[in-house]
């Protein structure tokens, strides 16, 4: 039989304490982000549960954002699923007319940043893609008949 001294014991406690204290503020920013989520994903029309279940959720923001669903299978690539989360990502502060820098939010403090986009006065304007459902991308000038005060002489 083998005998164990107490410093092992007091070591896995130790350890243990510090997996604790780092886990219960993970857990927090964990829910902060994803009732931020659920507030987004409803207000694009789309059901807030989507946002707890793990691959559905990038469905439903492919679908808010208006690119194809077929896209998912990039988000599986190494290494090319970083550019196209962030690209998604980029066209979901499009669609609730935000810029690129609510973009870099969303990215590095989403736990901030989407529930400011879900609680926020932010409207969702549509998907912002062009390719969505043979939606026209938006003209920031209206819908106005612009006419060249020049035209080129025949």
């Given amino acids: 039989m083998e005998n164990y001294d107490s410093s092992s014991a ?13 886990l219960i503020p993970i857990l927090i920013i964990a829910v902060i982000t994803i009732v931020g989520k659920w507030k987004v994903y409803e ?3 789309k059901p807030g549960w989507a946002a707890i279940i793990p691959v559905y959720t990038w469905i439903v923001m492919l679908e808010i ?7 998912i299978f990039l988000f599986f690539i190494p290494c090319v699923n970083i550019i196209f989360m962030i690209w998604t990502i980029n066209l979901l502060s499009k669609s609730y007319g935000q810029s690129e820098g609510f973009t870099v939010g969303l990215v590095l403090l989403g736990f901030v940043f989407y529930p400011i986009l879900g609680f926020g006065s932010y409207q969702y ?11 026209k991308p938006r003209d920031p000038f209206g819908p106005t008949n612009y006419q060249d005060p020049n035209p080129p002489q025949v």
């Fill in 10 to 22: 007091g070591v896995a406690a130790g350890i243990m304490a510090i997996f604790a204290a780092m």
């Fill in 43 to 45: 207000k694009a029309g």
């Fill in 65 to 71: 954002v208006g690119k194809p669903i077929w896209w």
């Fill in 125 to 135: 304007l549509g998907p912002s893609a062009a390719e969505a459902g043979g939606m």
